[in-house]
């Protein structure tokens, strides 16, 4: 059952998208339009219980009838938003942003953008530009409280209890943890529906108000309204984002909002009222839920596509593109909504929901579908473009059998046998993880100057020492990585050994305990090819970007820049690898032919390291060397 049709409520809506588009486009004219939303709050609250109040005094108040009209009302722009923004994310985003975009649709459709956003950065900070999907925190909200709501009213009306009196009390509570978190925890005070639901309560309160021939007072009718808009228009022109908000200062904009609706209802209209209710304002205000559904994403992406603010005139340019959408999302898919089969728009917005879901859970589990996209969205040059060919794709890694393969973590039955020269006996054991892999080819070229020929064993993601388990240990490493090196050990041709792996993530999340037993497995290594005669080569963790290197090596779409710092800070860096650093010291110490070599030396200079040198990537990704990198520290490293 719906409700008297209000213009004004429509103009009133219109007053505050135009003040949040304001703010979002133009801060520094409009720096307190964010107002804006805590009058939709207040409108919500007012028509939503007015809606609910009537059905429960006509007896024909439904659950289902009324979670199925806000369906229809909320979905259709809603998936058509967030699907967009996933197609565009594609095209445009880096495997981080487009992850992220993905966990912001998945709040949005699970209207809990509010509570997701609470555990990130706060809605004022600089990097809440660069979300897209960043206003759907206050959908969250209108939804949470839609929920609960409806509920709360009909165990009111059963109970007996006097309604009015029960909701100032919800409200006076509501406020009063506002007021606290906005001092306190302003995440709290901004995104938690139990902080923000006074607002809405306040517009619940207007509909339980007295019958419309009880305000018909003149001064009430001329001045009080006018006074409202004054100090709505004080507000968007006056506070700041740094301002403690919304908490008390939240009641300049909904008493406005609260005097403007309840003023209409007077027996002689206003002038602000024949304002609020023009055509225009009725226009922009059928149009503004769509309106500030689309303006943020597209305003979003353009600052991430221009790496920074974009100029007046392309945010102008973005505010007319966000109108045109809206009407067309008004006209051509919310209103035939209404009109065609309830039962059948609910199932189609109920699939397209769960289908968006799916895809935006796919796509943050994969981490943004890095491996892929950006090799589709990245261009490069096709000298760049080797860098990041998988060795087995360029015939490095030559096809063979033989004892003591390199065995992949995910794939055990997935071996190779990767030697310098298969129609040579084996002199140099290269043993480690899948880091030990990517060093090779410029560690074979450097003990083929020797005349030795270098094989590669070992494990992926197993740390190469005797008798180690690793507290992490997700991929049995032992007893295979103690077979290969006592096997090595046994080795007779074998004259050296080398030992490279991801040293880093070892000694920094150990225990005490645990980083003694690494301790004693890295002596009992060494000490076991020392006995045999062999000379052992250490290798310090290599620094690493931590990023897809593709982002420093080509060019993104429409040009935008790269998000990414593509210099390494060294001394920042090596702070997550001192600890396995200062392990090789302590055994240097103790076994003096131990040739410790830092790779970094190579690669830095002045402790900043490029990702890019000599037009090529020295990594093939955030953490592995690429086969240029791995030549260039063969070039350097003197094997004796």
């Known amino acids: 059952m719906s409700i008297p049709y209000r213009a004004e409520i429509d103009g009133l ?107 990130e950065t706060g809605y004022f900070d600089k990097a809440a530009e660069l979300k897209p999907l960043l206003n ?85 009718t001329s001045w009080l309204p006018a006074l409202a808009l004054v100090m709505l228009a004080t507000a968007v022109f006056s506070f700041q984002s740094t301002y403690p908000f919304p908490g008390p200062l939240a009641l300049i904009p909904v008493l406005s909002c609260a005097i403007l609706i309840d003023h209409a209802q007077a027996k002689t209209p206003s002038r602000v009222y024949q304002f609020l209710s023009s055509r225009p304002a009725v226009w922009t205000g059928l149009i503004s839920y769509p309106l500030y559904i689309w303006h943020w994403p597209l305003l979003s992406f353009s600052r991430i596509v221009h790496a920074d603010e974009p100029p007046a005139f392309a945010r102008a340019i973005v505010m007319l593109c966000s109108i045109a959408l809206a009407y067309a999302t008004y006209k051509l898919i919310e209103r035939p909504a209404k009109r065609l089969s309830r039962r059948l728009v609910i199932s189609v917005l109920i699939i397209l929901s769960i289908l968006a879901a799916i895809v935006s859970g796919h796509v943050f589990q994969k981490d943004g579908l890095e491996r892929s996209r950006h090799k589709k969205i990245i261009a490069m040059s096709e000298q760049v473009r080797e860098d990041f060919t998988d060795f087995e794709d360029r015939g490095l890694i030559k096809e063979g059998t033989c004892d003591l393969p390199f065995i992949f973590p995910d794939h055990p039955k997935r071996q190779i046998c990767l030697v310098a020269r298969h129609d040579q006996p084996q002199t140099a054991l290269l043993i480690g993880d899948s880091h030990a892999v990517h060093a090779f080819w410029g560690l074979a070229d450097a003990f083929a100057r020797i005349d030795q020929n270098l094989k590669v064993t070992g494990r992926g993601a197993c740390v190469p020492f005797l008798g180690y388990t690793s507290p992490n240990n997700r991929y049995e490493c032992q007893p295979h990585v103690d077979q290969i090196l006592t096997s090595a050990a046994q080795m007779k041709d074998v004259r050296s050994v080398v030992l490279v792996f991801r040293g880093r993530y070892i000694g920094n999340q150990t225990s005490p305990d645990d980083y003694s037993e690494f ?105 592995h060397l690429s086969h240029f990198g791995s030549m260039l520290i063969g070039e350097h490293f003197k094997p004796r």
């Open 13 to 119: 809506r219109a007053l505050a998208i135009l003040a949040v588009l304001g703010y979002h486009a133009f801060p520094s004219v409009f720096p307190g339009g964010f107002i804006g939303v805590d009058v939709f709050f207040v409108i919500s609250g007012y028509l939503i219980t007015s809606i609910l109040v009537k059905e429960q005094n006509n007896g024909d108040f439904s659950i289902r009838g009324f979670y199925a009209r806000r369906i229809i009302r909320i979905l259709p722009a809603l998936t058509l938003v967030i699907i967009a923004c996933l197609l565009a994310g594609w095209f445009l985003l880096i495997a981080e942003e487009y992850k992220s975009l993905a966990k912001h649709a998945l709040g949005g459709l699970g209207f809990v953008s509010n509570l997701v956003l609470w555990q």
């Open 136 to 220: 759907l925190w206050s959908l969250g909200i209108e939804e949470q409280f839609y929920i609960a709501w409806p509920l709360v009213l009909l165990v009111l009306q059963r109970s007996g209890k006097r309604n009015i009196q029960i909701i100032w009390i919800l409200t006076m509570v509501s406020f009063a943890l506002s007021a606290w978190a906005v001092f306190n925890d302003r995440g709290q005070a901004f995104y938690s529906p139990l902080s923000r639901a006074w607002e809405l309560l306040a517009g619940a309160i207007l509909a339980f108000r007295r019958t419309p021939t009880e305000y018909s007072h003149k001064a009430y």
């Open 519 to 623: 301790l004693k497995a890295m002596e009992r290594t060494v000490a076991l090819f020392s006995r045999s005669g062999k000379k052992v080569y250490a290798f310090l963790p290599v620094v690493e970007p931590g990023f897809d290197p593709r982002l420093c090596a080509g060019t993104l779409p429409l040009g935008r820049a790269t998000p990414k710092n593509c210099t390494i800070d060294q001394v920042q860096d090596q702070r997550k690898s001192r600890m396995i650093n200062e392990a090789w010291t302590t055994m240097k110490s103790r076994f003096p032919d131990l040739v410790v070599f830092d790779p970094n030396g190579v690669i830095c200079a002045q402790e900043k390291c490029s990702v890019m040198q000599l037009g090529h990537s020295i990594f093939k990704d955030e953490n």
